[in-house]
């Protein structure tokens, strides 16, 4: 009765192998050659046939893909990788406008590695200094909490909250990224960031006066917060900063003081004795009032001063971490001559702020640095944005300035969601006339045909491949079965319009040619029915996606 039972088990498993797990998955698991002859294929040694250690279609993240990782910028580059990088020896700024999965957080970080190249092969005074925005979490948090954007607020009102982002806003976030890479970079904390080498502290002490002063303004200002004192303290020493003369003064009263106080009791018994006459004690007097005060206007007045000053700055420091009394403990330790009412950002108007960010530009001049370039990315996902194309309009359009993307020495590479280039279109004459996008490098899609999708898969395949297996391995074809050609492969990869949307389509072919097939089949080849049936489902899940109907 058993080896009939068993016998009858093995038909249905070959002929039903998708309903194997439900029916007689149990009675396959009492029989060991039964549950051999009915398993389905691996991925896994599906890829091991074609000499493939990982899955080269797994990963739908740029950021979190190991195969990414190991590529050089060859095939997986997109061609206008050239565009918005430029000329590295002479910054610039450049906007691409790119869907959901077209590879625009790959593009940034293909950029990232061109900088660094850059930077290992240039001369001294020829590096590029990198500030990365691609996380505006921080920012944003910030910003609504200063202009009172609360949980529940409908979206009406979020949107006209968010249209108070200034450019001003957007230089505050500049100088913090870059100031606080700075300050690291002085006090020798962490790796260099790009651009900086380690003996930055050692080229601002043998610099000028004022670009020291400036480090320290600027330190005060957009410094990251946490330990203020004892951080500022550390920065004006290690790069020789000018100390403030009345702070000096101040410390000089508090640690001497006792000296004109043990003087007067010292006169006090001396004009007890017999025939002692009091002049002396008229000038200690004077002394003793003297000192006191200093420590008076120090303690009180300067300091009241200097904490009025931290919330009139507060108020405009939007996006800042420092706050209050943070904010006044960093300014108490610049020199009183960098902190004139000129030099600080006490309104919304931008122009002390570009002034402030090109002081910042002639201090990497000052250590070894030719410009900056700020590289804008994710600008979709933060929380209080959602992808909503109003909210992101109003935080990203200060930035189409022309005051701003045409500072000497300054690039500006922002990679942004499609939704924005739809909401560009619509803009008047006067718009365009003052962003100037001319000159900004502008790529309005990021697209990517199905060739060059086909050379993307295959350079993939070989990233993966075995140490031990001979280059070039297996094509993209080569997975397929023969009534598969190279054209049908790029015919449906170019349905499929972007390189995430592809990797999906060809992880669903494996998924469901290894679900369909036993181990004992060894069927290593896909048949053109399933790229068919996948093609046709992937093309109308990419539909619905751009029509708003379904999630990515």
């Not at 970080?109 to 061109?114: A, S, T």
């Not at 200063?146 to 607020?153: D, N, T």
């Not at 100390?243 to 007890?272: E, S």
């Not at 790529?443 to 060059?452: D, N, P, T, Y």
Request: include cysteine; glycine fraction near 8%.
């Amino acid at each position: 009765m058993a080896p009939f039972l068993y016998s009858n088990v093995r038909v249905f498993v070959q002929a039903h192998p998708r309903k194997v797990d439900k029916q007689v998955g149990p009675w396959c698991a009492q029989g060991p050659d039964i549950a051999w002859s009915g398993e389905r294929m691996n991925v896994t040694s599906f890829l091991e046939h074609w000499g493939l250690k990982e899955h080269p279609f797994r990963a739908e993240e740029a950021r979190h893909d190991p195969v990414f990782a190991r590529l050089s910028a060859g095939p997986m580059a997109h061609p206008d990788i050239e565009k918005l990088a430029g000329d590295l020896h002479r910054p610039a700024s450049g906007v691409v406008f790119g869907e959901k999965g077209a590879g625009k957080t790959a593009m940034r970080m293909q950029l990232e590695g061109r900088i660094e190249k850059h930077n290992a092969d240039a001369d001294d005074g020829e590096r590029l200094f990198v500030v990365r925005l691609d996380d505006l979490n921080g920012v944003l948090d910030r910003f609504s909490h200063a202009v009172g954007i609360e949980p529940g607020m409908d979206d009406k009102s979020i949107v006209k909250k968010l249209s108070k982002f200034r450019l001003s806003d957007h230089i505050d976030a500049i100088l913090h990224g870059g100031v606080s890479q700075l300050c690291d970079a002085i006090l020798g904390v962490g790796s260099p960031a790009h651009g900086l080498s380690s003996d930055t502290a050692r080229r601002l002490r043998w610099g000028d006066v004022r670009t020291r002063s400036d480090v320290m303004l600027l330190a005060a200002l957009y410094d990251r917060s946490g330990g203020e004192r004892q951080r500022m303290a550390a920065i004006r020493r290690r790069a020789r900063g000018p100390r403030n003369g009345i702070g000096f003064l101040f410390w000089l009263g508090v640690w001497f003081g006792w000296l004109p106080a043990a003087a007067l009791v010292a006169t006090f018994i001396y004009m007890g004795r017999p025939g002692n006459v009091d002049y002396w004690l008229y000038g200690l007097y004077a002394l003793l009032g003297l000192w006191g005060l200093v420590l008076i206007k120090c303690i009180a007045v300067d300091r009241t001063l200097m904490a009025r000053t931290a919330r009139k700055l507060s108020k405009q420091l939007r996006v800042t971490p420092k706050r209050g009394r943070a904010l006044s403990h960093s300014l108490a330790l610049v020199p009183s001559s960098a902190r004139q009412p000129e030099s600080l950002p006490f309104s919304s108007e931008p122009e002390i702020r570009l002034d402030l960010l090109r002081r910042f530009l002639d201090i990497l001049r000052a250590v070894g640095c030719k410009g900056m370039i700020v590289i804008i990315d994710r600008v979709d996902e933060p929380a209080l944005l959602v992808g909503d194309a109003a909210r992101m309009r109003a935080v990203i359009w200060p930035l189409f300035s022309n005051t701003l993307l045409q500072v000497e020495g300054l690039g500006v590479k922002m990679l942004l969601p499609i939704e924005l280039r739809h909401e560009l279109m619509r803009e008047s004459a006067s718009f365009f006339q003052e962003a100037r996008l001319d000159k900004q490098s502008l790529v309005e899609r990021l697209a990517w045909s199905g060739a060059m999708l086909y050379d993307l898969c295959n350079a993939r395949l070989r990233a993966c491949l075995h140490n031990d297996v001979k280059e070039p391995g297996p094509a993209l074809t080569d997975l397929f079965d023969e009534a598969v050609t190279r054209q049908d492969l790029v015919d449906a990869l170019d349905q499929m319009a972007q390189p995430r949307d592809a990797f999906k389509m060809l992880y669903q072919c494996l998924a469901e040619h290894c679900s369909n097939v036993t181990e004992e089949q060894a069927a290593w080849r896909i048949p053109r029915l399933v790229l068919e049936t996948v093609r046709k489902q992937q093309a109308e899940r990419v539909q619905m996606l751009h029509r708003g109907l379904r999630p990515a």
